[in-house]
């Protein structure tokens, strides 16, 4: 028997597989029961060109969600990635690389000034390696990639 599986935090599907028999349970009712795993369903999904399949735990029924279009991916990872770039600079307790780049650029601390030029720097390449990516995914070169995969290819802060 299958199981439709779905994502704990988003309910969206993510799969299907085949049951296991619960041997306690079927041994009680003398009759062969399947054991539901958490967070899947005995329901079988729909699926609907242009959204994706969610489960909706409370009406016990997938339902469908608008897929994102390609600007709203977009503009969410370069959220994302501006997020994480603030996050490599606030190791140095700078509060952003905006604050960081204009408050320290022509700073008379040499150690502060060599830091937000590296951040400058850095801010240039990291876009720039966006900015390629976007442009592999829009001729069909490569997938959308996950944040986690940007990431990785995106130049490390050199301080």
């Not at 599907?13 to 899947?40: H, M, Q, R």
């Not at 005995?42 to 409370?58: A, H, L, M, Q, S």
């Not at 905006?98 to 022509?106: F, G, K, L, N, S």
């Not at 240039?124 to 900015?131: H, N, Q, R």
């Amino acid at each position: 028997m299958k199981m439709y599986l779905y994502d704990e935090a988003t309910g969206v599907y993510v799969g299907e597989k085949e049951a296991a028999i619960d041997e306690f349970t079927s041994l009680c009712k003398g009759e062969i029961v399947y054991a539901l795993e958490a967070c899947s369903t005995w329901i079988k999904p729909v699926f609907k060109d242009g959204y994706t399949t969610v489960w909706n735990g409370r009406e016990g029924a997938w339902s469908f969600k608008p897929l994102p279009t390609e600007q709203e991916i977009q503009d969410a990872l370069e959220k994302e990635i501006e997020a994480w770039m603030n996050s490599v600079v606030a190791e140095k307790h700078y509060d952003s690389i905006d604050t960081c780049i204009a408050r320290y650029t022509d700073s008379p601390n040499p150690q502060y000034a060599a830091e937000a030029k590296a951040v400058k720097a850095w801010n240039t390449a990291v876009w720039d390696k966006c900015w390629d990516i976007l442009a592999e995914v829009k001729t069909g070169t490569r997938p959308i990639p996950s944040l986690e995969e940007v990431i990785y290819e995106l130049p490390k802060l050199e301080w």
